[in-house]
């Protein structure tokens, strides 16, 4: 009889090594927790080996997750300059933007995302990323529902800006996210 000694997860109030005693001929596992419990088990046969489904690990599952949401978001940021360039010149002709100030149709949020950033990625790291994800979801789909009704070219550009304020957050909690997360570091 083979005797194999196995450590399994700290649990308090027990002790944390078990015995294991095998005996190859009759399939049978006799398990000695040194907490004087004792077990007897069968192993599996072989029908109920190839019948037993196959188990995805959380850590992965959480890493696909996080992937899917990291590319869905940065699509939808991808979309927002891609509207930007279809809806241009009604833009233009609505506001009665003058020709000069056209660029900061696209500018304003791209200046926005490029200037906070860095430091929405330092407030991720303190903050927390999912909060700092949820909060520049909220911040950047709120300021693109508010650019519908402004009149004005200013009052539109701000909402731009503030727009891009909020895409400088989700791009750098996600970025980081996934930077940690692929490393195997918690979230």
């Not at 399994?8 to 001929?25: H, R, V, Y």
């Not at 196959?54 to 590319?71: R, T």
């Not at 500018?107 to 407030?123: F, K, Q």
């Not at 789909?141 to 731009?160: D, E, K």
Request: aromatic share 6%; net charge negative.
């Amino acid at each position: 009889m083979a005797s194999v000694e196995v450590q399994q997860d700290f649990q308090p109030g027990k002790e944390s090594l078990l015995n294991i005693d095998t005996n190859a001929s009759d399939e049978k596992f006799h398990i000695n927790n040194a907490a004087s419990t004792s077990q007897e088990c069968t192993s599996p046969t072989r029908f109920e080996a190839e019948e037993a489904q196959p188990v995805i690990h959380i850590g992965i599952l959480k890493l696909v997750i996080l992937g899917v949401c990291a590319n869905l978001t940065n699509l939808t940021l991808g979309f927002d300059s891609q509207t930007a360039a279809v809806v241009f010149n009604g833009v233009a002709l609505d506001l009665h933007i003058a020709e000069k100030d056209l660029q900061w149709i696209f500018n304003s949020l791209t200046l926005a995302l490029g200037c906070t950033t860095l430091i929405s990625g330092r407030i991720a790291d303190i903050l927390g990323r999912k909060t700092v994800y949820v909060s520049g979801i909220a911040i950047f789909g709120l300021f693109s529902l508010v650019q519908s009704p402004v009149h004005n070219p200013a009052g539109f550009f701000i909402t731009r800006a503030l727009s891009g304020v909020g895409a400088a957050m989700i791009f750098a909690s996600t970025s980081g996210a996934v930077g940690t997360k692929g490393m195997g570091n918690p979230l």
